[in-house]
């Protein structure tokens, strides 16, 4: 038998100096990518910053030119900021809004302003959309809902106190018909707080876009708002008709005024009907007495105008009992005087040591 060869052990040492592979059918290894030249990297890193800042600006442009809407808390939002003109609500109307605005939400925006150095902390003033906000108010109040504790708003930013009156009185022509009433107590209102220099440019400031003959019939409803704006209950209620009629009387018997202020006061007039007959009975008083001066029978008068809405006073709006103005005295310097709260208020970046101390000198040579 021959011998058998001796076989001498296996050396770990002829493998541990070579690399290490996988199994050919693993594949071969991949190939690390070549990292970015720092060229390419600043150059990437630039075109996302004017990416970013393109979109930046465009939406600053776009807040700017109120075409962003923002969600707004609504305890920021001052619904005094214009005198509204819009004296009373109809509840049917606002229990509708309310119960819309319940189920799907707020639809349309408000129009809003920014404001600066306020005493109260408001940050926004309101323009346009007293109705949505007073809507979102009482569901909020209601329910403690957060998504009611919010209102959607266009910031808008007015060139001038007349533009912003403007926007207030087109968007509500555009929604809600106005009462001619309505309509000339803010031009009234407008002038005295010193926004229009004229009541004839007030009329054309606001209604620019109205026809000239209801601009006209606006204009002589301002004789009816001045002589009787603080006696009247139901104003809203009159109508074209009878208000032009008062218009006409006073034109004619200027002692008319008092006359008809005095039974104003000292008649009950719980509902807008009550007010509306005691108008027009007035007004058949009137040319009862002519008839008796001059023995003619002046034309028949049509019944009374009844409308008898379910109304409410606007919270925030100004009425006689309850007056509250308004005025950018300059544009550092707001006065806002409560008569029925004895209070005057100023406020704005002009508010310093300086004035209280002229104020204190000018209140005691007073």
């Known amino acids: 038998m021959a011998k058998r060869k001796r076989l001498s052990p296996a050396q770990n040492s002829y493998l541990s100096g070579a690399p290490e592979s996988k ?10 990518s070549p990292s970015p030249a720092p060229i390419a990297q600043v150059a990437g890193a630039a075109s996302t910053e004017a990416a970013l800042q393109e979109v930046t600006q465009v939406l600053q442009q776009a807040r700017a030119r109120g075409l962003m809407v923002e969600e707004i808390a609504l305890d920021q939002i001052d619904e005094t900021h214009l005198v509204r003109d819009r004296i009373t609500q109809d509840e049917d109307d606002m229990e509708a809004l309310v119960s819309s605005i319940r189920s799907r939400g707020q639809q349309t925006p408000i129009e809003v302003v920014p404001l600066t150095d306020r005493l109260d902390g408001k940050s926004w003033g309101l323009i346009s959309g007293w109705r949505r906000l007073s809507a979102l ?36 022509e555009i929604r809600v018909n106005l009462s001619h009433y309505e309509r000339a107590r803010i031009a009234v209102r407008a002038l005295r707080e010193g926004v ?14 109205a026809p000239r003959a209801k601009r006209s019939k606006i204009g002589s409803f301002v004789t009816l708002v001045e002589a009787l ?34 039974r104003l006061q000292q008649s009950a007039r719980s509902l807008p009907a009550d007010e509306l007959a005691l108008l027009n009975a007035s007004l058949d008083g009137e040319q009862a007495s002519l008839t008796d001066s001059v023995g003619t029978t002046p034309p028949a008068r049509s019944q009374p105008d009844v409308l008898a809405p379910r109304l409410q006073p606007v919270a925030g709006a100004e009425t006689a009992s309850g007056e509250r103005v308004f005025m950018q005295v300059s544009a550092s310097l707001r006065l806002g005087f409560m008569p029925d709260a004895q209070r005057i208020e100023l406020s704005g970046a002009a508010v310093d040591a300086r004035l209280l101390e002229d104020l204190k000198l000018w209140l005691k040579q007073r």
């Open 196 to 209: 229009f220099e004229t009541q004839k440019k007030a009329l054309q400031g606001l209604f620019a876009n």
């Open 229 to 262: 704006d603080s006696v009247l209950y139901f104003p809203t209620a009159i109508s074209e008709k009878l208000g032009l009629a008062l218009v006409r009387q006073i034109g004619e018997d200027p002692s008319f005024v008092s006359r008809l202020k005095t």
């Open 137 to 172: 108010r009482r569901l909020y109040t209601e329910t403690f809902e957060p998504e009611f504790a919010s209102v959607k708003a266009l910031v808008i930013h007015p060139e001038s106190a007349q533009a912003a009156y403007v926007a207030m009185v087109e968007e509500n």
């Open 23 to 32: 199994s050919a059918l693993a594949g071969p290894l991949p190939t690390p």
